[in-house]
Each structure stands twice: as C-alpha cells, then as structure tokens.
C-alpha cells in the first residue's frame, strides 16, 4: 500500500513537471508566430522588421480588409502607387469627353475657316494669274516704244507703262504673301488632329498603366509574403 501511494506520487510529480515544461514552450512557439502579409497583428499602426522588410500593423488592400494585419512596406508603397495611378486615370476618364468635345469644336471651326480661307487664296491666286498676264503685255508694250527711232516722243506712255507694271508687281507680291499666309490656316487642323489622337492613346495607356500596377499590388501583397 505505501509502495502503491509512492508510484503515485512520483507519476503525479512527472505529468506535473510535463506540464510545466511544455507550457512555456506552447507559449514560446505562439510568440514566434511568424510576421507576414495577412497575419493577425494585436495594435494597429505598430510596426516591426522581419529580414530587412519593415512590417505595419493595418488593414491589407487584398488579403483582409476589415481587420489588421501586418502589411508589409512594400505592399503598402504598391497600393499607395496603384492607387494614385487609378485615381489619375478616373479623373483622365471622367474629363474626356469634355476634352475631346472642346477639340472637335475647334476642329470643326478650324475647318470652315481653312475652307474660306482656301476659298480666299484661290481668288488671290487667280488675280494674280490675270496681273501677271498684264505685267507681260505692259512689259511688250513699253519695250516696243522703247525700241521706236524717238522714244522720248513716248515718254509719257513709258513713264505710265513702267508704272503700272511696277504697281502690278507690287500687288502680285501682296496678293501672294497673303494667299500663303491664308493657306497656312488649314495646317492646324493637323495639329489639333493629332493632339485629339494624343488625347485618346493618354487614356490607353493610363488604363495599361493602372492594370500593371494593380498587377504588382496583387502579387505583392499576397498573404505569407
């Protein structure tokens, strides 16, 4: 009986020291939970570093969004890029149409200027093909007199010859001068064209840009990272 009660004893006093000796290693074990993406984090905005990667106790964009977490550095700079890259091509979206509204009206009225504008140089152009037609004759003309035996007895219809041709030129080079310059209003019209074509290719690739960077969010702070 009094062996029985010893082997008693001691098999109490060896599950109690079991228990004593594994409870600190439980407890051990639960403190090195490892720190990652998506691990549950007791207080928010504490923070600590895991292998040179710095670890915030916060809400994670992807993994859980309504309790925290430790969120590492790197996903917190990613979401912070994505969503500024995603705010920049919402705002880009939301203004187009107003944008490429305002372009097509300026478009439009650039057209019908240029085509008044051409309508204006033509009918310059045609003066000119009639002057200058006139400046060869006057031209003939003056040197037949010129070419008589007494061109002084000429010098009245000379002096008018030499006038009118030189006003001729004159207005020749004006009437040019001026169809180029009406004619250079349909260039922009390229210009603006190529601007709205910018317009539109800004957009595509915003849209690129923010599926890229949300790409890079995703991955990178995924849970376990």
Known sequence: MFRKAITTSVLALMVAGAFIAVTPANAATKRAVKVSNGVLCP????????SGTVYKCTKNPIVNKTKNTWVSSDCINSNTTYTKLNAGYQSLVAGLPAALAALDAKITAEQTKATDSATKADALDAKNVIWKAKVVDFTAAKAALLAKPNPSTYATAI??????IRSLNSAIASNTAASTSLRKIGSTITTMQTQRGATVNSITQAKAGVAQALSLRNLICQKGL
């Open 43 to 50: 207080t928010a905005n504490k923070t600590t570093k895991v």
């Open 159 to 164: 002096s008018t010859y030499t006038t009118a």
